[in-house]
């Protein structure tokens, strides 16, 4: 057990859909990022929030945004949802700002649209 | 753009066999570099990580890896694998100056290991 849980662990949805999934990070930690797993694309990074300011976004869609709360924890929301977003999404904490040292990854929410 | 590359995407090894995994980045400025271990229906988990020192990093569960400079590679090794070490592994970069300073990932490598 990492300590970063996230919720739900499944969801299933239509396209055109909305959903938002949480993550809350390990205690202590101050950023949290988001990773989308497909198998097509592989793990690839999408954003990191720093004590609720965006602080990094990598491949991440319009359609998609986050945000980090005061007590940290963080929501990532998928709207408008197609076919091809369905995948595994990773939420990761670390202490600092920066990401040069280790992430903890949570378990992750399946996202499946139909 | 930095990126990384497992050149195995699947390994099929018996047990007591000898492991390792190709992990090749392009970047020719300062990286930290990881491996990362996902059991299957588990979160990713940390295997071992090198950052500057010693170029043959040791990390959990008999894994080791060595950083390669002058050929960006940082491929992972196991003397004897076993059962339990059947998962994805992940190698991933993180680049001192980069526009993000995030982790890139490779596309895993899966792990079958035969009892």
């Known amino acids: 057990d990492s300590g970063v849980t996230q919720t739900p662990k499944h969801l299933i949805t239509a396209t055109g859909q909305r959903v938002t999934l949480r993550c809350s990070p390990r205690s202590g930690d101050l950023s949290v990022y988001w990773y989308q797993q497909s198998l097509d694309q592989g793990l690839q990074f999408l954003i990191q929030?720093?004590?609720?300011?965006?602080?990094a976004k990598g491949n991440i869609l319009e359609r998609f945004s986050a945000q980090q709360f005061p007590d940290l924890h963080s929501e990532l929301n998928l709207s408008s949802l197609e076919l091809g977003d369905s995948a595994l999404y990773f939420c990761?904490?670390?202490?600092?700002?920066?990401?040069?040292?280790?992430?903890?990854f949570g378990p992750g929410t399946r996202l499946t649209v139909l | 753009a930095q990126s990384v590359s497992q050149h195995n995407h699947h390994v099929i090894l018996s047990e007591a066999a000898s492991l390792e995994l190709g992990c090749n980045y392009s970047y020719g400025g300062t990286v930290n570099l990881f491996w990362y271990v996902q059991y299957p229906g588990q979160h990713l988990q940390l295997l071992l990580k090198y950052f500057s020192g010693d170029p043959l990093v040791k990390g959990i569960k008999g894994f080791e890896a060595e950083f390669i400079k002058s050929k960006f590679s940082f491929n992972l090794r196991k003397p004897s694998v076993q059962w339990s070490d059947t998962a994805e592994y992940f190698c991933?970069?993180?680049?001192?100056?980069?526009?993000?300073?995030?982790?890139?990932f490779g596309k895993g490598t899966k792990l079958s290991v035969k009892p």
């Open positions: 990761a904490s670390s202490p600092g700002k920066s990401s040069y040292n280790e992430q903890f």
């Open positions: 929030y720093y004590n609720g300011e965006e602080r």
């Open positions: 991933a970069v993180n680049v001192y100056g980069g526009s993000q300073g995030n982790l890139i």
